[in-house]
């Protein structure tokens, strides 16, 4: 880290300190300037051979789709269901932009949040932009979520009780799926679980400008993200299920977690988000995560608010389930 600190940087905790400077030391170009191809190379997570929370049984699994198959993987916890029957579960949806992410750097949390909850984790690898702009993406999560309630039987889990959630795009993508499936009379998630999800495509609220600058993503990173996922050619505005913040309403969506940190250019948006499904009368839970910035979620054994924030997302599924 250069020695004239950002002005950020004293609300940052320890933790957050410490990937901070690992970051500024080793991403020496934007992610913009990188290019999406060495972007994911450079920070690819590898898949651990031995992971932090052991299960007995993960599963690699190909989901099909209008598009042909695309892969995932199903978290079964060890123990029981949290309750009778058949298991819940939870569907995953990574982040990294709609550019980057992978199964492997989401496989830790997935774990921990299987292992903690009781509920099977059912992490999905959808296409990426540039490649595949708006809307691929979404008519993967679609589609999965169609495949996985027909499948749930022969996985021995419950098709009727089945959540949606993600971090940063997947979290994004989470919310689109939710009001994709409100629209059309379809079979809805019965929680989503939103974690500094990318919902606007404004820019303009302060957290843009206050951390233009914040450690992983910072604001320019994140527009160039946007352009990539909605495609060179495309003009004029974008719909809601590309940026749900421009739904109408938020009438009639699933109960909400909504988890933001306080470093992200993303954190007013996603709080903003919060707040408009409550107004629409939405059940919400909004949970402000200070010292960490963008990422943290996923870093399970780096950041002790990640622990914080797994057992949440777990309390908050077990709630689920019982009620």
């Known amino acids: 880290m250069n020695e004239a600190k950002p002005p950020y940087w004293e609300r940052?905790?320890?933790?957050?300190?410490?990937?901070?400077?690992?970051?500024?030391?080793?991403?020496?170009?934007?992610?913009?300037?990188?290019?999406?191809?060495?972007a994911r190379k450079t920070l690819a997570t590898p898949p651990s051979e031995q992971p932090l929370t052991p299960l007995d049984q993960v599963e690699s699994l190909t989901v099909a789709t209008r598009s042909g198959g695309i892969g995932a993987r199903l978290y079964?916890?060890?123990?029981?269901?949290?309750?009778?029957?058949?298991?819940?579960?939870?569907?995953?949806?990574?982040?990294?932009?709609?550019?980057?992410?992978?199964?492997?750097?989401?496989?830790?949390?997935?774990?921990?949040?299987?292992?903690?909850?009781?509920?099977?984790?059912?992490?999905?690898?959808?296409?990426l932009a540039p490649e595949n702009p708006y809307p691929?993406?979404?008519?993967?999560?679609?589609?999965?979520?169609?495949?996985?309630?027909?499948?749930?039987?022969?996985?021995g889990l419950d098709p009727d009780t089945i959540a949606v959630g993600g971090d940063s795009a997947g979290g994004g993508l989470a919310a689109a799926l939710c009001l994709?499936?409100?629209?059309?009379?379809?079979v809805r998630p019965v929680s989503q679980v939103l974690v500094y999800p990318a919902v606007d495509d404004t820019f303009a609220r302060p957290s843009w400008t206050e951390f233009a600058d914040a450690p992983l993503l910072t604001s320019k990173d994140a527009r160039w993200c946007w352009e990539q996922y909605i495609g060179p050619d495309r003009t004029g505005e974008v719909d809601h299920y590309a940026a749900p913040m421009?739904?109408?309403?938020?009438?009639?969506?699933?109960?909400?977690?909504?988890?933001?940190?306080?470093?992200?250019?993303?954190?007013?948006?996603?709080?903003?988000?919060?707040?408009?499904?409550?107004?629409?009368?939405?059940?919400?839970?909004?949970?402000?995560?200070?010292?960490?910035?963008?990422g943290f979620f996923t870093e399970v054994g780096v950041?002790?608010?990640?622990?914080?924030?797994?057992?949440q997302v777990a309390r908050h599924l077990r709630g689920v389930a019982d009620a």
Do not use: M, N, Q
């Open 12 to 38: 940052l905790d320890p933790d957050a300190r410490s990937v901070a400077r690992f970051i500024a030391e080793t991403l020496r170009e934007p992610v913009r300037e990188l290019g999406a191809e060495v």
């Open 76 to 127: 079964h916890p060890d123990g029981p269901p949290p309750a009778a029957g058949p298991r819940p579960t939870l569907v995953y949806l990574h982040g990294g932009g709609f550019v980057l992410g992978t199964l492997d750097g989401v496989d830790e949390v997935c774990r921990a949040i299987a292992a903690r909850s009781g509920w099977a984790v059912f992490s999905l690898e959808y296409r």
């Open 136 to 155: 691929a993406a979404l008519d993967d999560c679609f589609d999965a979520f169609a495949w996985l309630r027909r499948s749930a039987p022969a996985l």
């Open 180 to 186: 994709k499936l409100r629209d059309l009379g379809l």
């Open 246 to 294: 421009r739904a109408a309403s938020l009438r009639d969506l699933p109960p909400a977690l909504v988890l933001t940190a306080e470093v992200d250019p993303l954190r007013d948006d996603a709080e903003a988000y919060a707040e408009r499904l409550r107004r629409d009368g939405v059940e919400v839970t909004l949970t402000h995560y200070a010292g960490v910035f963008h």
């Open 303 to 311: 950041f002790a608010k990640t622990d914080e924030a797994v057992a």
